[in-house]
């Protein structure tokens, strides 16, 4: 049992950074009421969290090359912990958010060096163990997340989703000084500070241009004009790495068929799997009825078959050609969020949700566990822990605009069915949906018109659901198909690597 504590510090550290990325969906109705907040910095709270993480982890990674994993890995818990109070000691939406970026930076730090310390602490077959042990609480934390949110939420207050974080962290700093071996990092090159900002800039004005897009419109100046922005620092970018000694990201590894294609999926999958969370949520609070608790249970099918398959994936299908795995395991996902559309109507309550859930769960535990370890098989061993940094990156970005795109999606689509009915001010209804303001909204409506009033929200609420999930649909088809296009067939990769033998087996088969 020894051995195995470096593997438990880090899959602790693992499981508090990821599951904090949806933790806060079903308190975000709660969080909107006691902090008088819009659906904007509702999107905030998430995106502000998921874009730290997301943009600093590839910088985080070379940090933790210079001046050492263990030392990284603490210092992310100590600045994460203190974030956390700061989240849960919050008196307004400001510094809710402020801290949550802040939360995201320590997050950086300790999921950057999670597989350099598993690296260092396992050799072998007992390194495979520990990933796909790794890869199970990683793809099982974002479907827990509801389930403990809605536990603490209603069984405590909103709060206490971020104060939790404390005796966890603790546990984890000790762990990480008694369990884990010290290292002073390889104390080669330098950090790559242009690389840092440019990307930051580039993913940052993009995630902000998609939620200007759903107050202003699209072609509103300053939503193209972050658009333009961002294009520009990707640019600037692309030119940074290319000439940088020491670059973050050596763009010469995206010309690999199989990374190429692992990255879209990576940059897919919490599109398609959990960005629609954030609206599930609210509706089941606001229009259904649910408390907290409930609805995160809804999310229960999918923890429970995303940890099933994904114990299956990691003993039994550990080193298998990720083709099949990841690409099925996409399509997975993306046929889940088309079940969960076609089987949402009008008068639908939570019973509507748990057959897609379900679906999406199998495609969670298929695809989490393999992402990370076949992405770094797939390029040369001193090039793994950049692939997996670019793979980790890819997930949570993809996180961050998810939100931003399908919360666009959802108050488009809600407003557009509002307009159609006739409402009044259809804009400033279909936000206070998304906000979680249904009860306000009903509230001041007449006794004798409420009924009808409350049948036309849940009917807006469902549409947008809706659209939102067959955005998410699209997103894991896509990704699947990259996959299965991209990544080569484990008989074409043995065919590149002996091209003679194959040629020799063509002449006797021809025979």
């Known amino acids: 049992m020894r051995k195995w504590w470096p593997l438990i510090t880090v899959c602790l550290g693992t499981f508090m950074l990821l599951i904090d990325v949806t933790i806060v969906n079903v308190a975000l109705p709660q969080m909107a009421l006691d902090l008088h907040t819009s659906f904007t910095a509702l999107q905030w709270v998430v995106d502000g969290y998921a874009l730290s993480l997301a943009v600093l982890l590839l910088g985080a990674g070379a940090l933790g090359d210079l001046s050492g994993h263990r030392r990284l890995y603490i210092g992310g818990l100590v600045v994460f912990a203190l974030a956390s109070l700061a989240c849960g000691l919050s008196t307004g939406p400001e510094t809710l958010i402020a801290a ?37 609480v990683s793809g099982a934390a974002a479907a827990v997340g509801p389930i403990l949110g809605g536990l603490l939420t209603e069984g405590l207050n909103w709060r206490w989703i971020f104060l939790v974080n404390l005796p966890l962290s603790i546990a984890a700093v000790v762990l990480s000084l008694t369990v884990l071996k010290p290292d002073h990092g390889e104390r080669r090159g330098r950090f790559d500070v242009p690389g840092t900002i440019t990307f930051t800039v580039a993913a940052t004005a993009l995630t902000l241009a998609v939620i200007r897009a759903n107050d202003e419109g699209w072609t509103a100046f300053p ?19 290319r000439r940088s000694a020491y670059p973050m990201l050596d763009l010469a590894l995206l010309r690999n068929r199989s990374l190429a294609g692992i990255l879209i999926a990576a940059l897919l999958v919490n599109v398609a799997a959990f960005a629609a969370f954030t609206y599930t949520s609210i509706w089941l609070q606001s229009l259904t009825g649910l408390s907290p608790i409930q609805a995160g249970l809804t999310g229960l099918p999918m923890s429970l078959v995303s940890v099933v398959v994904s114990g299956i994936v990691g003993s039994k299908l550990h080193g298998r050609s990720p083709r099949l795995i990841i690409g099925g395991g996409m399509l997975l996902i993306g046929a889940g969020s088309a079940l969960c559309a076609l089987l949402l109507g009008p008068d639908s309550s939570w019973p509507a949700l748990i057959a897609g859930y379900a679906v999406i769960g199998m495609g969670v535990g298929l695809v989490m566990p ?13 090039r793994s822990g950049m692939a997996a940094g670019a793979i980790t990156t890819a997930r949570q970005l993809g996180f961050a605009i998810g939100i931003a795109v399908l919360g666009t999606v959802f108050a488009s689509r809600t407003q557009d069915h509002l307009a159609d009915k006739g409402v009044a001010d259809p804009a400033g209804t279909a936000h206070g949906l998304a906000a979680g303001q249904a009860g306000k909204i009903l509230a001041a409506v007449p006794d004798a018109g409420r009924s009808a009033v409350d049948a036309v ?8 659901l809706d659209a939102g999930f067959l955005v998410a649909a699209v997103a894991g088809i896509i990704g699947g198909i990259a996959v299965l296009v991209l990544v080569p067939s484990p008989s074409r990769e043995r065919a590149a690597e002996n091209p003679v033998v194959d040629e020799r087996d063509s002449l006797l088969d021809a025979r």
């Open 457 to 464: 929200l849940r009917a807006a609420a469902v549409a947008g």
């Open 223 to 241: 939503t193209w004009g972050l658009l333009v922005l961002s294009g520009l620092a990707l640019i600037a970018f692309v030119l940074v790495e």
């Open 100 to 136: 949550r970026v802040v939360q995201g930076i320590g997050a950086a730090a300790m999921f950057t060096t999670t597989f350099a310390l598993l690296n260092g602490a396992y050799q072998g077959r007992e390194r495979g163990v520990a990933y796909g042990v790794w890869g199970g």
């Open 370 to 382: 393999t992402l990370a370890d076949s992405a770094m098989a797939a390029v040369p061993r001193e």
